[in-house]
């Protein structure tokens, strides 16, 4: 049986994400109690009603504090059970926005009355410890609806086929670190097309881009030694047991040079026997 924690910040996607594992054939329940998590678990294990893949929505809804959540942890641990963890975040001022785009509460300032604010701060601290053990991460503040059930239908179908997710990121530094990057490549020390009138408005997906990116002898030796590092250390990652890893790809504006490498870097992933989800995160921004 495959068993999945969706858990993460209220307002950060996880209904979504739980309409795309039903989608997949996941057995989904949302919003459980933490003390209830051990009678759920032994429904899915009995032999008339054995389930094969089980999603289970574990929240600041069902779990108040911290010492619950770690108790709910060890004992899943102690009975043996297998699972793993998908917790979802997003940018406070994102989550602050979406409340009042939608008009909705956050669970902890209906049952608190704490200000929205205070009360994603808090949620935060309590699930914490789902954060520290979470096998996959995924940041939805900058995702479309759609791009947010891609990211999690592959991270789920193809980590049936591979021993270890691969996700390729280009950002920009400009607007901060990806949250759940694992290994970062900084390449503002290349020529920027920005400059370039003719360049400007276009990205790395543009041909022109990549050609003047890679036209340096420098730009073909960083690409070399970041593919060099990659093929020794992607199959040390595999063999340590890692279910996820992402490479983020960062320029200045994450528009040009950090698109341009994300791509080259995903294709030669390819090469090794991978299958690298790549995203370009802040290739729509204006400012």
């Not at 054939?25 to 054995?50: H, K, S, T, W």
């Not at 209906?110 to 954060?131: C, D, H, N, W, Y």
């Not at 036209?215 to 093929?231: F, V």
Request: aromatic share 8%; charged share 25%; proline share 4%.
């Amino acid at each position: 049986m495959e068993f999945l924690i969706v858990t993460g910040l209220s307002g950060a996607g996880k209904s979504l994400a739980m309409n795309a594992l039903e989608d997949i054939g996941y057995f989904c329940i949302d919003n459980i109690p933490a003390g209830l998590m051990p009678r759920l678990v032994d429904f899915a294990r009995q032999g008339e009603n054995m389930l094969q893949k089980v999603a289970v929505v574990l929240d600041v809804r069902g779990c108040r504090s911290a010492e619950d959540l770690e108790q709910v942890l060890a004992g899943l641990d102690q009975c043996g059970v297998e699972y793993r963890i998908l917790f979802l975040d997003s940018a406070d001022e994102v989550l602050q926005r979406r409340y009042k785009e939608t008009r909705r509460i956050h669970p902890l300032t209906s049952s608190e009355g704490v200000p929205t604010a205070q009360a994603i701060a808090e949620e935060r601290k309590i699930l914490r410890p789902l954060f520290e053990r979470a096998d996959f991460v995924v940041d939805t503040s900058l995702l479309s609806t759609a791009q947010h059930k891609e990211r999690i239908c592959k991270l789920f179908l193809q980590g049936q086929h591979q021993s270890m997710v691969l996700n390729i990121v280009s950002f920009g530094f400009k607007f901060g670190l990806p949250k759940e990057a694992d290994v970062v490549f900084d390449v503002r020390c290349l020529p920027n097309p920005f400059y370039v009138p003719e360049l400007k408005a276009k990205t790395g997906l543009d041909q022109e881009v990549v050609d003047y990116v890679m036209a340096g002898e420098q730009s073909r030796e960083l690409l070399r030694r970041i593919q060099s590092l990659l093929e020794y250390s992607l199959p040390l990652y595999v063999k340590e047991g890692k279910s996820q890893l992402t490479v983020a790809v960062g320029c200045t504006g994450g528009k040009h040079r950090s698109i341009t490498f994300a791509r080259l870097i995903a294709d030669y992933c390819e090469t090794l026997g991978y299958h690298p989800a790549v995203h370009h995160r802040d290739v729509t921004r204006t400012s």
